[in-house]
């Protein structure tokens, strides 16, 4: 059975940090590529970082770059995002996803975690 388990969501004020950990069971790592994407209600899913199956190829939508880095521990079989100077307008529930395409679309992804709750205040 496949488990993907997000952790480090939490509250912080306007240019603080987290940093969001994925644990994922169940899948062999290093053979399945991974994404972050975050959603608020009533928005659809929107595709934060993605990253390729041995963490070389990373890429970022374009209103984090610079602030935000994912990357993948394949030997721990965990994902990251580390989050920087946080605006306000980051706040969403935010998934971690695991899939055979490198892409940047939600129906590529075959397995998500439950989300983890990242709010951010001015």
């Known amino acids: 059975q496949v488990q993907l388990v997000e952790s480090g969501g939490g509250s912080v004020q306007a240019g603080g940090s987290l940093r969001l950990s994925c644990g994922v069971s169940g899948l062999t790592s290093g053979t399945y590529y991974m994404a972050w994407f975050r959603q608020i209600p009533e928005k659809e899913r929107e595709g934060v970082a993605i990253i390729n199956r041995d963490g070389v190829s990373t890429d970022y939508n374009n209103s984090v770059k610079g602030r935000f880095t994912i990357s993948r521990d394949n030997a721990e079989n965990t994902l990251h995002l580390q989050m920087s100077s946080l605006k306000p307008e980051d706040t969403a529930m935010y998934y971690c996803?695991?899939?055979?395409?490198?892409?940047?679309?939600?129906?590529?992804?075959?397995?998500w975690g439950q989300g983890t709750q990242v709010t951010v205040s001015s």
């Open positions: 996803a695991a899939g055979d395409l490198y892409s940047w679309l939600p129906r590529a992804y075959n397995y």
